[in-house]
């Protein structure tokens, strides 16, 4: 787990001389590194307008301090006031679901005309001018690109904006230049308009982008009406929406050229999905083995089968933001029939990110299903994904996660569920050509089979049951099923271990490294080992 980043806007320390004064400002900057808050959000942005750490007599150690830092802001944690919920001027401590939040709150604020004039926004952003204005909605936009999200960032503050339907009065506000600007710093150029015979052309063969829902059907709607579906306005808008929607395509600099607007929104307002298929729920388990090898490792799997970042303080304002943010706070729903299918409709949120409160960690038996994401990531899934578009627009990623839940039978009320609230599994498609990287190769020899989607998801998991035995001696049943405590938000994942639980043969190949900010997942996924109580 990566250490948050603690900020002191003003340190004030008096007394003593130079020397004492050094001492005195090298012990609170270690307290306020082991300092911790019980009760906050995992990854809230927590500030304190001020606190007052007493006395700090000579040689006073920096662990006796923190823990003086604990016990004062576990106090004022009681008052402590969620700022996307309502304003507050006069709490002493206030807290936005994540960095990310920090500019949703503040844009709608603003496009609701309400004034940003309480100390936590000066404390945020000093000297910074917070009205409504081009140049202010540019800063914005381009400075939530700072936190772990990267390129995603602007994309969840502009679904916040969508979903307010307050898209019409920021459209106003966003110029050519900022859209060029946002564009090329993602590593993409705009689209050169081509007519011939009065039609749009596209080199590549158009890309089938994910189904829009009504809100943001509506958003570009009126972006082309206003703009044209040429202007660099309307394709920046079309990639945050493409990019929401398949994360995977954050990674592929050639998909804005691949994009045609005009057909992505008729096939949305026709009610049209862009991979259609009759089977809903393709199969969960490992297809028929292709020889007995396999069979047998299919059938040992399946054996094997069972059922915060804290704030610190110091003498002043303290600013509190992790630097592995988390953008999405919808919470899973509590007291969930395990016969419900959780999977909402598409059409309202396709990853909302809701207020309130981030999600509470819940626990589950099959905590370790988070560390598929590193042992795919070193199956080179995501080189796969780059070289091969068809899959992101199959929502290959996706579609592989849930069949492998399925396999390992984790149930519809599990929180590891909640990474399929708003996924519609897609029926058996036949794949041709597709780049099987040498890796496979070599570890299941002849065995690989890539003719359609669920023969790809079955040659997957049967390389990564072949990964794990060659070199952690581990089934891939046995990987997942781990107990721990997992908090799923829109953008974040993070899971809690017991620290007696610590997996050496996983620690030798640095399966349990975080995985961090991870584009085909959309999420930033990190490990946490605490101790036991």
Same mark, same amino acid.
Not at 11 to 36: I, K, N, P
């Given at each position: 787990?990566?250490?948050?980043?603690?900020?002191?806007?003003?340190?004030?320390?008096?007394?003593?001389?130079?020397?004492?004064?050094?001492?005195?400002?090298?012990?609170?900057?270690?307290?306020?590194?082991?300092?911790?808050?019980?009760?906050?959000?995992?990854?809230?942005?927590?500030?304190?307008?001020?606190?007052?750490?007493?006395?700090?007599?000579?040689?006073?150690?920096?662990?006796?301090?923190?823990?003086?830092?604990?016990?004062?802001?576990?106090?004022?944690?009681?008052?402590?006031?969620?700022?996307?919920?309502?304003?507050?001027?006069?709490?002493?401590?206030?807290?936005?679901?994540?960095?990310?939040?920090?500019?949703?709150?503040?844009?709608?604020?603003?496009?609701?005309?309400?004034?940003?004039?309480?100390?936590?926004?000066?404390?945020?952003?000093?000297?910074?001018?917070?009205?409504?204005?081009?140049?202010?909605?540019?800063?914005?936009?381009?400075?939530?690109?700072?936190?772990?999200?990267?390129?995603?960032?602007?994309?969840?503050?502009?679904?916040?904006?969508?979903?307010?339907?307050?898209?019409?009065?920021?459209?106003?506000?966003?110029?050519?230049?900022?859209?060029?600007?946002?564009?090329?710093?993602?590593?993409?150029?705009?689209?050169?308009?081509?007519?011939?015979?009065?039609?749009?052309?596209?080199?590549?063969?158009?890309?089938?982008?994910?189904?829009?829902?009504?809100?943001?059907?509506?958003?570009?709607?009126?972006?082309?009406?206003?703009?044209?579906?040429?202007?660099?306005?309307?394709?920046?808008? %079309?990639?945050?929406?493409?990019? !929401?929607? @398949?994360? =995977?395509?954050? /990674?592929?600099?050639?998909?804005? &050229? $691949? #994009?045609?607007?005009?057909?992505?929104?008729?096939?949305?307002?026709?009610?049209?999905?862009?991979?259609?298929?009759?089977?809903?729920?393709?199969?969960?388990?490992?297809?028929?083995?292709?020889?007995?090898?396999?069979?047998?490792?299919?059938?040992?799997?399946?054996?094997?089968?069972?059922?915060?970042?804290?704030?610190?303080?110091?003498?002043?304002?303290?600013?509190?933001?992790?630097?592995?943010?988390?953008?999405?706070?919808?919470?899973?729903?509590?007291?969930?029939?395990?016969?419900?299918?959780?999977?909402?409709?598409?059409?309202?949120?396709?990853?909302?990110?809701?207020?309130?409160?981030?999600?509470?960690?819940?626990?589950?038996?099959?905590?370790?299903? %988070?560390?598929?994401?590193?042992? !795919?990531? @070193?199956? =080179?899934?995501? /080189?796969?994904?780059?070289?091969? &578009? $068809? #899959?992101?627009?199959?929502?290959?990623?996706?579609?592989?996660?849930?069949?492998?839940?399925?396999?390992?039978?984790?149930?519809?009320?599990?929180?590891?569920?909640?990474?399929?609230?708003?996924?519609?599994?897609?029926?058996?498609?036949?794949?041709?050509?597709?780049?099987?990287?040498?890796?496979?190769?070599?570890?299941?020899?002849?065995?690989?089979?890539?003719?359609?989607?669920?023969?790809?998801?079955?040659?997957?998991?049967?390389?990564?049951?072949?990964?794990?035995?060659?070199?952690?001696?581990?089934?891939?049943?046995?990987?997942?099923?781990?107990?721990?405590?997992?908090?799923?938000?829109?953008?974040?994942?993070?899971?809690?271990?017991?620290?007696?639980?610590?997996?050496?043969?996983?620690?030798?190949?640095?399966?349990?490294?975080?995985?961090?900010?991870?584009?085909?997942?959309?999420?930033?996924?990190?490990?946490?080992?605490?101790?036991?109580?």
């Amino acid at each position: 787990m990566r250490q948050p980043e603690r900020r002191v806007r003003k340190l004030t320390l008096r007394g003593g001389g130079h020397v004492q004064l050094l001492q005195a400002r090298y012990v609170v900057e270690e307290a306020l590194r082991t300092a911790s808050l019980p009760g906050v959000p995992l990854h809230a942005d927590v500030l304190v307008r001020h606190l007052d750490l007493g006395t700090l007599h000579p040689n006073l150690p920096f662990t006796v301090l923190a823990h003086k830092i604990t016990a004062l802001l576990r106090h004022l944690a009681a008052a402590a006031v969620c700022v996307d919920e309502q304003s507050s001027p006069d709490a002493e401590v206030v807290w936005f679901s994540d960095p990310v939040q920090v500019y949703v709150t503040l844009l709608t604020r603003l496009l609701d005309g309400k004034a940003v004039n309480e100390w936590y926004w000066r404390s945020l952003f000093p000297g910074q001018d917070l009205s409504l204005q081009p140049a202010t909605i540019e800063w914005l936009l381009l400075a939530s690109r700072q936190t772990a999200l990267q390129e995603l960032a602007p994309a969840h503050v502009l679904q916040a904006v969508v979903e307010a339907r307050s898209w019409p009065r920021l459209l106003a506000f966003i110029t050519p230049t900022l859209a060029r600007r946002m564009l090329h710093g993602a590593g993409l150029s705009p689209v050169a308009a081509v007519k011939h015979n009065g039609a749009r052309a596209y080199g590549p063969k158009a890309i089938q982008p994910a189904p829009l829902n009504a809100d943001w059907r509506e958003a570009l709607r009126l972006a082309v009406e206003t703009w044209g579906d040429a202007d660099v306005r309307s394709q920046w808008l %079309a990639w945050h929406a493409l990019v !929401l929607h @398949r994360p =995977a395509w954050l /990674e592929c600099r050639d998909c804005l &050229q $691949r #994009l045609d607007l005009v057909r992505w929104m008729a096939d949305a307002s026709d009610g049209r999905r862009p991979v259609q298929g009759d089977d809903p729920a393709p199969h969960s388990a490992l297809g028929k083995a292709q020889n007995t090898t396999a069979a047998a490792d299919y059938q040992r799997s399946n054996i094997l089968r069972s059922a915060p970042p804290d704030p610190g303080a110091s003498a002043a304002a303290v600013q509190d933001p992790p630097s592995s943010p988390a953008t999405g706070h919808r919470q899973y729903p509590a007291g969930v029939d395990a016969g419900r299918d959780l999977r909402p409709d598409p059409a309202r949120h396709p990853q909302g990110r809701g207020k309130g409160a981030a999600a509470l960690t819940r626990f589950t038996s099959q905590a370790g299903f %988070a560390f598929v994401v590193p042992l !795919l990531q @070193r199956l =080179a899934l995501a /080189e796969l994904l780059q070289q091969d &578009q $068809r #899959l992101i627009q199959l929502d290959f990623a996706r579609q592989l996660l849930w069949s492998m839940a399925r396999r390992f039978g984790i149930q519809k009320h599990d929180p590891i569920w909640s990474l399929f609230e708003d996924f519609e599994p897609q029926s058996d498609v036949a794949l041709a050509d597709i780049p099987i990287p040498r890796l496979w190769l070599r570890l299941s020899g002849k065995h690989v089979s890539s003719t359609s989607l669920h023969a790809l998801i079955n040659t997957i998991q049967l390389t990564a049951e072949a990964y794990l035995r060659r070199y952690c001696q581990l089934s891939l049943g046995s990987l997942l099923n781990r107990p721990g405590r997992v908090s799923i938000t829109a953008t974040h994942w993070d899971v809690h271990f017991d620290i007696n639980q610590t997996e050496l043969r996983l620690r030798r190949v640095a399966l349990d490294t975080d995985p961090g900010w991870t584009p085909w997942l959309g999420r930033v996924l990190q490990f946490h080992y605490d101790h036991e109580g």
